[in-house]
């Protein structure tokens, strides 16, 4: 059997973008379990809470959500600096995209920090808290790309025409969060099914849906019709197959409840960031034939002389 490494720079930062993907995603649903607690003027100031790093007496479950949501961001942008800092320094032995890419996720996390601050000072407008959303869900593709381009480099394992049903996915996707996330920052959600006003924006998002649902499905049959996609990828395909079938009966459970239960709303926006990880990081996932790979091989003999 033969074992290739990467090189150690190219794996290292690898390893450390997918972690920097869990912290985008958890800021994602620490963000939408703020939100549905209504906890997003829970610290009046920014980006101090009540005047200091870690508030005290003023603690409670709402103050908690808001001050974690701003430390995991913080986390994000410290990890980001870092990044960008070591793909620099190693820039000769990682491919030349890799500092140029690391340089605009910095400034698309400072610009998501400005509308964080924004989203605040100016008492959570809805088009700014959807803005602020939008980023974090690029920020989420952008970093599980480079993930699945800095671990499994080379050729991607999905033809072109298949790759372009693909990113139309993760773009649906994405948009019909953002709508959903202005049915819910709007009340329309709440107007609509308590009053009956204001029913435009939650009639539209519930129409898009479907088509939204049918597009991401064709993409995973028409992917598992490719013979090495299917025998190497299927955990990737089941999974979204998985994450798109939960997401409607979240949406519909969500309704038919009143938009009453929080958990389940805040599990809707979490399958949607997940739906967008995993579509990016399988239309970026490539073959292993990259040259960027430094060999070495590892045969069953050696292992069994070494062991002697």
């Not at 100016?122 to 989420?140: D, K």
């Not at 994450?243 to 979490?270: N, T, Y």
């Not at 040259?291 to 091989?297: A, E, H, N, S, V």
């Amino acid at each position: 059997m033969q074992v290739i490494y990467p090189q150690k720079p190219r794996f290292r930062l690898g390893q450390l973008a997918a972690h920097v993907v869990v912290a985008l995603i958890a800021l994602v649903v620490i963000g939408g379990a703020t939100r549905v607690m209504e906890a997003g003027l829970a610290c009046p100031d920014w980006p101090l809470c009540y005047g200091s790093f870690l508030p005290g007496r003023q603690m409670n479950l709402q103050v908690f959500l808001e001050w974690f949501h701003r430390l995991d961001a913080f986390f994000v942008g410290i990890v980001l600096i870092t990044q960008f800092s070591l793909s620099l320094y190693w820039a000769k032995s990682l491919p030349k995209w890799l500092p140029w890419t690391y340089g605009a996720l910095t400034l698309l996390v400072s610009f998501q920090g400005f509308l964080g601050a924004l989203t605040v000072l100016q008492l959570l407008p809805s088009l700014v808290v959807v803005a602020h959303l939008a980023v974090a869900f690029i920020l989420v593709a952008i970093m599980s790309g480079v993930t699945q381009k800095l671990l499994s480099p080379g050729k991607s394992i999905l033809p072109l025409w298949i790759r372009s049903i693909g990113f139309t996915s993760l773009f649906s996707v994405i948009g019909q969060s953002l709508l959903g996330s202005r049915v819910a920052t709007s009340w329309a959600a709440h107007r609509c099914l308590n009053f009956g006003d204001s029913c435009n924006l939650l009639t539209l998002h519930r129409a898009t849906a479907i088509p939204v649902s049918i597009l991401v499905i064709s993409f995973v049959i028409i992917s598992l019709k490719q013979r090495d996609v299917f025998i190497n990828q299927w955990p990737y395909l089941f999974t979204i197959t998985f994450l798109i079938i939960l997401q409607i009966f979240l949406g519909v459970f969500s309704i038919q409840l009143g938009m009453s239960e929080p958990l389940l709303v805040i599990g809707h926006q979490l399958v949607a960031c997940l739906l967008v990880a995993v579509l990016s990081a399988l239309n970026f996932k490539g073959k292993v034939v990259d040259g960027t790979y430094q060999p070495l091989f590892v045969t069953k003999p050696t292992l069994e002389t070494c062991h002697g």
